[in-house]
């Protein structure tokens, strides 16, 4: 009974929901609190950096709640959420350079991130795939 319990739980759905949680929450790598102890995080770009990225965070739960409740619509939010953290990545290396951090950090942030948007529109936007997941998350 156990074994049959667990096998349920890792479902394609529930993980692919954990995933999609998951990352959207490291768009809070991107806020003022994860920035180097010597960086200066005051200004517009940086209080914009922490908007886009907040609301990031906030869509990417918002698509999670919805892929899990099976609604149609979850799809175009983790899309439209996916953006909205791309767009949120221009103010961040803009302010983050400025502000003196690193070159590395500022360019491993900025590539994991466009890595997980890439995944999200190439998961969603090629027609074989987006009818993969909407079969493994609509059913059953």
Request: hydrophobic share 60%.
């Amino acid at each position: 009974m156990l074994a049959l319990e667990v096998m349920v739980m890792f479902t394609i759905r529930n993980l692919g929901g954990v995933a999609l949680f998951l990352a959207g929450t490291t768009w809070l790598w991107l806020t003022p609190a994860f920035a180097g102890r010597d960086v200066s995080t005051t200004g517009l770009l940086w209080a914009s950096t922490r908007v886009l990225s907040l609301l990031t965070v906030a869509a990417f739960c918002v698509a999670t709640w919805g892929l899990f409740a099976r609604h149609g619509w979850w799809e175009a939010v983790a899309l439209g959420s996916a953006a909205l953290g791309l767009i949120a990545l221009v103010p961040f290396r803009i302010a983050a350079r400025a502000g003196g951090e690193t070159a590395g950090t500022v360019t491993w942030n900025v590539f994991v991130h466009v890595v997980m948007v890439a995944g999200v529109f190439t998961l969603l936007l090629v027609p074989q795939l987006e009818r993969w997941v909407d079969n493994h998350v609509m059913s059953g």
